[in-house]
């Protein structure tokens, strides 16, 4: 039985990962968009708006490349890969 996720990841800067967005949305800062990006097992990566000043676009990306020639330079903006793995299991009989 799985537990929780734990994730590991990588952060560029002023970065965007195009063509690989499947869902969009407004959040309160970069952990509450990797929170969504967890909870929906499609998500392999990120792009959130980091210079919003209250909530911050997050897009969720199925591709976790860092191919040069997919990204674009946009200010205010940071690209997030996830790497996931399984932490742990509970078991309740005795």
């Not at 191919?67 to 399984?86: D, M, Q, S």
Request: charged residues 25%; contains cysteine; aromatic residues 12%.
């Amino acid at each position: 039985t799985e537990f929780c996720y734990e994730s590991q990841g990588s952060i560029l800067y002023n970065q965007v990962l195009i063509g690989h967005t499947y869902k969009s949305f407004l959040t309160r800062g970069i952990l509450n968009c990797g929170q969504k990006c967890l909870a929906d097992t499609q998500c392999a990566s990120y792009n959130y708006q980091t210079s919003a000043i209250k909530d911050g676009i997050c897009e969720l990306n199925e591709n976790r490349t860092e191919r040069k020639e997919l990204f674009e330079e946009r200010r205010g903006f940071a690209f997030v890969r996830l790497r996931r793995k399984t932490v742990g299991s509970l078991d309740f009989s005795e």
